[in-house]
């Protein structure tokens, strides 16, 4: 009797999954479930049996969901990714960046990193969910925001034992509650929270990844540090969702105008509204409305009239997506989240009746155009809603016997009009400083140099010192200062401003007099660019390797400091007279390089056009092209070295990058 009313009591929970799995319009039935679970059927009925004989209706409840959403969810693994995850567990002190790198380095060479996939639904196991859903049904019930959190609520943002594709290792709830219950002491408010836990953690990891391209369970990537974005956004959705605070892992694919890295990942947080809460900067408070993730730079400065360049304050997105444990109806766990982030450009198109399938395309820096994605046309008509403006698009059609591009590219701006980009039979010559966006984040950077000076002295310790230069304006990337003095100095040091926390790739001192004796003159040469004069590199508050970069004459290594109250120098050997002083501040190393060859494109009639090859005659300086289309779409290659290049208009004398 015992063992029929033991089989009733399964075959009801059976029951019970299939009828929640058909409401969520699921493709599978009880046959197709109890064949993706294989053998681990046993530890999911185990779950459904824990909670049953509890006579725990809510967790039950809670258990199903998760069952239910659980097909689609899985990790990628290697042999030599679970020896890495290993050997940082049981490392007793974090690891340095160099130090994972050469850890991962090593399991790799030692290990097998053939790739594999772990579907949660045959690899979960019963104790793991069991203690997940303890554990998070404590966080619903401790903290005073989650009074205000419905079941509904709780289930989709908080209950998930997974935010993104990570390994599911550890389980994770109560050792971020432990970790980080300070920072919510005595707060009640759930945005001032969240704002808390996301600054601390986000503060505390390191800004670039590792090479370890899998994504480990969060406390383990909570121990390594060095994470990408979607790492980071992992680790704090974890600690978030401990502490019963709904978030979602949103995304975009890529930037439209910048990096070839690709995805982009954030933490959000999640209300009744719909509407997501982010935190941007300092902020103390989650909030609506911030710009997304990573795409915006305030500047900080006016730029001046004569500036050869203009700065893009904006990483370009077209398409937001959310990774949400929840099923959605064409059973995939990817959802357009775009409208909620005030993306509201659209595309309406009428085309030929014989076209099947509509791709939107962006220029991808580095590898082209890239589809974004795609529709189907009803009687030749489609749409593109939800998308971003200010960029470049291009159409391609799909016909049952061709794919080829539709029409000319085109800018859709703020105001959903459309600037074809054809070129126009009128040409103009053009000025190129770049091939790829300056974003504001480097404006801001020379911005803050201005107040910068060097100093020289003939006394180390610069007690008695003499200012030759001052920065007033922004800088340039090769600035040329010419002095006029007939003193000699010893000692000369950069001097960054107090408001300056910027880097100095390259410098260079010269001196137009070739001195064969400090104490008499034979005779007098003159240089056009002078003869460089050699010395010991002096410092302050920095280290020397550091120290040594801006004196190696390579403009492409960088001076880094952490600290405001830092100079570096250099000591002559005795007193020298300096008539001249190049700078370079630092740079992304995508302005026109000297010697390097360069050849510009413009997009026309499907394909890209070649206007003709330059040689770079010198660093930062313009390169000229003539007989360039007015109204053109233009793209600048570096033949020489690299991959960062964005497509471009003219306008007015200058670039303008879409």
Not at 81 to 102: F, G, H, T, V
Not at 191 to 200: D, E
Request: glycine share 4%; with cysteine; net charge positive.
């Amino acid at each position: 009797m015992g063992k029929v009313f033991q089989t009733t009591i399964n075959i009801t929970y059976v029951v019970l999954l299939v009828v929640c799995i058909s409401c969520n319009r699921s493709i599978l039935d009880t046959d197709d479930i109890l064949q993706v679970a294989g053998d681990n059927w046993t530890e999911l009925e185990h779950v459904l049996d824990h909670y049953g004989n509890n006579d725990d209706t809510l967790k039950l409840k809670a258990a199903v969901y998760l069952l239910k959403n659980m097909p689609g969810h899985a990790w990628k693994q290697s042999e030599s990714s679970q020896k890495y995850e290993e050997y940082i567990k049981d490392s007793p002190k974090r690891l340095s960046a160099d130090s994972l790198n050469i850890l991962w380095r090593n399991c790799t060479d030692g290990y097998s990193n053939e790739m594999y996939q772990c579907e949660d639904i045959k690899c979960i196991t019963s104790e793991y969910l069991i203690k997940h859903i303890d554990e998070m049904f404590e966080a619903w019930h401790s903290y005073p925001w989650c009074k205000n959190i419905d079941f509904d609520l709780f289930c989709r943002y908080i209950l998930p034992y997974r935010i993104y594709d990570e390994r599911i290792g550890q389980c994770w709830p109560h050792e971020f509650r432990k970790k980080y219950s300070y920072l919510v002491k005595d707060i009640s408010d759930i945005r001032v929270a969240f704002a808390k836990i996301y600054n601390a953690i986000n503060d505390s990891l390191r800004g670039s990844s590792t090479h370890c391209p899998y994504n480990l369970d969060p406390l383990t990537i909570l121990k390594a540090k060095g994470v990408s974005c979607e790492k980071r956004a992992i680790v704090i959705g974890a600690a978030l969702r401990s502490f019963g605070i709904p978030v979602a892992f949103d995304y975009t694919k890529g930037f439209a105008n910048y990096s070839k890295i690709g995805m982009h990942a954030w933490i959000s947080s999640q209300e009744k509204s719909n509407t997501p809460l982010t935190v941007m900067g300092c902020d103390s408070i989650a909030r609506h409305g911030n710009p997304i993730d990573a795409t915006f730079f305030w500047k900080m400065d006016k730029q001046p009239k004569d500036y050869p360049i203009i700065d893009n304050p904006k990483k370009k997105i077209v398409k937001v997506y959310r990774y949400d444990y929840q099923l959605k109806e064409d059973t995939t766990h990817i959802k357009d989240v775009s409208s909620l982030y005030n993306l509201n450009g659209k595309l309406l198109l009428s085309l030929s009746k014989d076209i099947k399938k509509v791709s939107l395309l962006t220029y991808h820096p580095g590898s082209g155009w890239r589809k974004e994605f795609s529709v189907i046309p009803h009687l030749g008509r489609c749409a593109f809603n939800n998308i971003g403006t200010e960029i470049v698009y291009l159409i391609q059609v799909e016909t049952n016997d061709s794919v080829y591009y539709h029409g000319s590219p085109m800018v859709l701006l703020k105001d959903n009009s459309i600037k074809i980009l054809n070129p126009s039979s009128k040409t103009q010559k053009v000025n190129l400083y770049r091939k790829y966006p300056w974003l504001t984040l480097w404006y801001n950077r020379w911005s803050m140099m201005k107040g910068s000076r060097f100093e020289v002295s003939n006394d180390s310790m610069f007690k008695k010192r003499k200012i030759i230069f001052s920065f007033h304006t922004m800088p340039w990337l090769r600035n040329t200062i010419r002095l006029r003095s007939n003193e000699s100095f010893r000692y000369v040091r950069f001097m960054p401003s107090l408001l300056s926390k910027k880097d100095v790739d390259s410098l260079t001192f010269y001196n137009g007099v070739e001195e064969v004796n400090k104490s008499s003159v034979s005779e007098v040469r003159f240089y056009s660019c002078g003869k460089e004069l050699r010395g010991n590199v002096i410092l302050n508050n920095i280290n020397s390797e550091m120290a040594n970069n801006a004196f190696d004459g390579d403009i492409n290594t960088t001076c880094m400091h952490d600290t405001m109250h830092y100079w570096i120098g250099m000591d002559f050997g005795y007193p020298r007279n300096i008539d001249k002083i190049v700078f370079y501040p630092r740079h992304d190393d995508n302005f026109v390089r000297k010697d390097d060859l360069y050849e510009l494109f413009y997009w026309n009639k499907a394909e890209w056009n070649s206007l003709g090859q330059r040689i770079g005659k010198e660093d930062g300086e313009s390169i000229i092209f003539d007989n360039v289309p007015y109204n053109a779409l233009l793209l600048l290659k570096n033949l020489t070295r690299g991959q960062e290049e964005a497509v471009f208009t003219y306008n007015k004398g200058k670039q303008i990058f879409w």
